[in-house]
């Protein structure tokens, strides 16, 4: 079973930086499709950015220019480089695996979670 641990997440006041880290415990799986995705309280989950195989990624308009995904292939890790943090960026952000190596489909394995919380 692959396995996908978040850490990185915390509290912060506007403005600030955050990096979120995801560990995947397989090897093929860290190389395809992977995205971090939040849900805020009261709200449907969403996408925040996703990087694919060529390192090819993309992001929601909300976070342009002001977060960063990238992986260590060598680690088996994905990060999240948050910046200028708002408020309204509040909310639980997964880390998601695909079985696909590019991101047109679905995400078929999921962390737990961290919280990110932005203070005024």
């Known amino acids: 079973q692959v396995q996908l641990v978040e850490s990185g997440g915390g509290s912060v006041q506007a403005g600030g930086s955050l990096r979120l880290s995801c560990v995947v415990s397989?090897?093929?799986?860290?190389?395809?499709?992977m995205g971090w995705f939040r849900q805020a309280q009261g709200r449907e989950r969403e996408r925040v950015a996703t990087?694919?195989?060529?390192?090819?990624?993309s992001y929601t308009d909300s976070v342009k220019g002001r977060f960063i995904i990238s992986k260590d292939s060598a680690k088996n890790t994905l990060y999240l480089q948050m910046n200028s943090l708002k408020p309204e960026d509040t909310a639980m952000y997964y880390c998601?695996?695909?079985?696909?190596?590019?991101?047109?489909?679905?995400?078929?394995?999921w962390g737990k979670g961290t919280l990110v919380t932005i203070s005024s």
């Open positions: 397989d090897y093929n799986t860290a190389r395809n499709c």
């Open positions: 990087i694919d195989r060529d390192g090819v990624t």
């Open positions: 998601a695996a695909s079985l696909s190596r590019y991101c047109s489909y679905g995400m078929n394995y």
